[in-house]
Nanobody, 120 residues
Framework: QVQLVESGGGLVQAGGSLRLSCAASGSIFRINDMGWYRQAPGNKRDLVATITNSGRTNYADSVKGRFTISRDNAKNTVYLQMHGLKPEDTAVYYC??????????????WGQGTQVTVSS
């Protein structure tokens, strides 16, 4: 079993900043890709950013230059630093991790989500 716990969401004014964190725990041998996705009401869940365990990153075009994804492999934690937030960034943000467990089973794990609301 692998658990992902997100924190750091909240309400912020347009132009503001937030930092999301997601810590993985449980039966972990190795974590491969980690990422952040978001889902606004009535929309599908979309990719925001991903990072490999070697640090290679990928961003949605809508957040490039404003958001930065990073990770601390020693802490099994991924972060999303968000600057220049816009009302259209309002969504539930979900953490995702590709985990190889100690039993060498691969799982695609999701956190419970954290709400980010940007007021205009």
């Amino acid at each position: 079993q692998v658990q992902l716990v997100e924190s750091g969401g909240g309400l912020v004014q347009a132009g503001g900043s937030l930092r999301l964190s997601c810590a993985a725990s449980g039966s972990i041998f190795r974590i491969n890709d980690m990422g952040w996705y978001r889902q606004a009401p009535g929309n599908k869940r979309d990719l925001v950013a991903t990072i490999t365990n070697s640090g290679r990153t990928n961003y949605a075009d809508s957040v490039k230059g404003r958001f930065t994804i990073s990770r601390d492999n020693a802490k099994n934690t991924v972060y999303l630093q968000m600057h220049g937030l816009k009302p259209e960034d309002t969504a539930v943000y979900y953490c995702n991790a590709g985990v190889l467990s100690r039993l060498l089973r691969s799982t695609d794990s999701w956190g419970q989500g954290t709400q980010v609301t940007v007021s205009s």
